[in-house]
C-alpha cells in the first residue's frame, strides 16, 4: 500500500511492481507506428540485427497492457529503487489547470539519473541472446555511466560513441567511461565509416549525438556479438514528401541501375497488355513485390553507398 505523505507517494520495496506498464495500450488514439528510414512501418526482422528479441517485441507491441519484468531486472532495480513521486501541486495552481501533475525523483540511481532505468533491461536482454557487448551513442556521462553500471552487472563489453570535445582527442563523459570500464570513442572517429567520412569532410569538431548514434548502429549491424542500445526508442513519422525525396536520391545514386529495372518494369507491363491484360495479373504482384524490397533495401544501405562514394 502506498504512502502518501504531504505530496510525495512513496512504495515499500516489496511493493516494488513486477511489471512495466505500456501506455500505448491504454490510448484512446492509435499512436503513429516506429517507421524505417524506407518511410514504411518497421518490422521485426529489420531490428533483429539490432536489439534482442524482447526489446522489439516490448518496442512494436501496441495492445499489451503490461510486460513482465525479469528477476533479475528486479533486483538491480532494488538497489535504489522504489523511488518516491511526488504531485507538483504548486506547479498546478500556477498553471490554473484541473489537471493532476506528478513527477518522480531518480538522482539515487548509479548513474544519477533515469537512464538506468532502460539501461539495465537492454543489457540484461542483450545477455540472454548470449552477446559479448553493447555499443551506443551519446553526448555525456549521465548515459555513460547508466550503460557502464549495467553492462558490469551482467558482464557485457560496453563501447560507448560520445560527441568530441573541441580541440581535443577526448569525448564528453570519458571520465566516466573509464569509472565502470567503459571503451569509450571520440566522435567523429575513424574506427567506423561513417564516423570517418564526416571527420575527413567536416573535422573532428563536427560530432553530434546522431553521429555518435549513427556509428554505434554500424558497428552493431556488422558485428553480430554486439547489440545496439539507446536512450529512447526511436519512434518517429515520416512524410510523404521526405519518402519522395528518399526515392530521387537512390535513383541518382543508382541511375544506370534504375533505368535497367525501369526498361525491365516497361517490358513487363507491355506483355501484360498484349495478352489482354490476363499476363498483368501474374506480372503485377512479382513486380511490386521485388520493387519494394529493392527499394527497401537501396534505402537501408543508404549510409554505407553515401561512404563508397
Keep these: 500500500m502506498a504512502t502518501i505523505t504531504g505530496n510525495r507517494i512513496s512504495l515499500s520495496?516489496?511493493?516494488?511492481?513486477?511489471?512495466?506498464?505500456?501506455?500505448?495500450?491504454?490510448l484512446p488514439f492509435r499512436v503513429p507506428p516506429m517507421m524505417s528510414p524506407s518511410g514504411?512501418?518497421?518490422?521485426?526482422?529489420?531490428l533483429e540485427p539490432l536489439f534482442p528479441r524482447q526489446i522489439i517485441e516490448h518496442e512494436l507491441n501496441a495492445k499489451s497492457r503490461t510486460f513482465k519484468i525479469p528477476k533479475e531486472v528486479r533486483e538491480a532495480y532494488q538497489q535504489w529503487r522504489?523511488?518516491?513521486m511526488f504531485r507538483a501541486a504548486t506547479l498546478e495552481r500556477e498553471l490554473d489547470t484541473p489537471a493532476r501533475l506528478y513527477y518522480k525523483v531518480e538522482g539515487g540511481s548509479p548513474s544519477g539519473s533515469y537512464e538506468s532505468n532502460t539501461a539495465i533491461?537492454?543489457?540484461?536482454?542483450?545477455?540472454?541472446?548470449?552477446?559479448e557487448g553493447i555499443v551506443t551513442g551519446g553526448a555525456g556521462?549521465?548515459?555513460?555511466s547508466a550503460i557502464g553500471h549495467a553492462a558490469a552487472l551482467f558482464g557485457?563489453?560496453?563501447?560507448?560513441?560520445?560527441?568530441?570535445?573541441?580541440?581535443?582527442?577526448?569525448?564528453?563523459g570519458d571520465a566516466f567511461g573509464r569509472v565502470w570500464g567503459v571503451d569509450v570513442h571520440a566522435s567523429p572517429s575513424e574506427s567506423t565509416r561513417v564516423g570517418k567520412l564526416q571527420h575527413d569532410r567536416q573535422g573532428p569538431d563536427s560530432g553530434s549525438i546522431a553521429?555518435?548514434?549513427?556509428?554505434?548502429?554500424e558497428e552493431a549491424t556488422r558485428d553480430p556479438e554486439v547489440k545496439f542500445a539507446i536512450p529512447t526508442l526511436m519512434d518517429q513519422d515520416l512524410t510523404f514528401m521526405e519518402g519522395i525525396e528518399a526515392s530521387v536520391r537512390c535513383v541518382a545514386r543508382n541511375f544506370r541501375t534504375m533505368l535497367l529495372w525501369a526498361a525491365i518494369l516497361t517490358g513487363c507491363v507491355v506483355v501484360g497488355v498484349m495478352t489482354f491484360y490476363i499476363g498483368l495479373s501474374l506480372i503485377l504482384p512479382v513486380l511490386g513485390h521485388a520493387s519494394w524490397h529493392a527499394y527497401e533495401e537501396l534505402v537501408r544501405f543508404e549510409p554505407v553507398e553515401k561512404l563508397s562514394t
Aim: glycine share 8%; aromatic share 14%.
Design 13 to 26: 520495496p516489496r511493493e516494488m511492481p513486477g511489471r512495466w506498464y505500456n501506455v500505448e495500450a491504454d
Design 40 to 46: 514504411y512501418p518497421i518490422t521485426a526482422r529489420e
Design 82 to 84: 522504489p523511488t518516491p
Design 121 to 131: 533491461p537492454q543489457a540484461f536482454f542483450t545477455k540472454q541472446t548470449g552477446a
Design 141 to 144: 556521462g549521465v548515459w555513460i
Design 156 to 172: 557485457l563489453k560496453g563501447r560507448v560513441y560520445s560527441v568530441r570535445k573541441p580541440g581535443t582527442d577526448h569525448a564528453w
Design 211 to 217: 553521429t555518435a548514434l549513427a556509428e554505434a548502429y
